[in-house]
Nanobody, 119 residues
């Protein structure tokens, strides 16, 4: 049973920084992409950033240059460094691991961590 637990959210003033962490437990096989998504009130969940097994990254246009995603495979950790935060970054942030093991696809989600940016 794979579990993802996010931490590091909180309340921060605009211009500030936060670092989100996601601890994965359980056995995760195959090739996968790990990512951060967010959902603001009344809006759909959207991709923030993701990183492949090979270390390739991509970011939402709105966070490019401000956020950095990284992973520590040895510790089964995923991180999101968020700098120059703006009120529009306020949302619940979710950790995700999606991949393929043999012919079986999997898609795991954490419970989310709240990020609130005050103006």
């Amino acid at each position: 049973q794979v579990q993802l637990v996010e931490s590091g959210g909180g309340l921060v003033q605009a211009g500030g920084s936060l670092r989100l962490s996601c601890q994965a437990s359980g056995s995760i096989f195959g090739i996968n992409t790990r990512g951060w998504y967010r959902q603001a009130p009344g809006k759909q969940r959207e991709l923030v950033a993701r990183i492949t097994s090979g270390g390739n990254t991509n970011y939402a246009t709105s966070v490019k240059g401000r956020f950095t995603i990284s992973r520590d495979n040895a510790k089964n950790m995923l991180y999101l460094q968020m700098n120059s935060l703006i009120p529009e970054d306020t949302a619940v942030y979710y950790c995700n691991i999606a991949g393929l093991s043999g012919s079986r696809r999997y898609d795991y989600w954490g419970q989310g961590t709240q990020v609130t940016v005050s103006s």
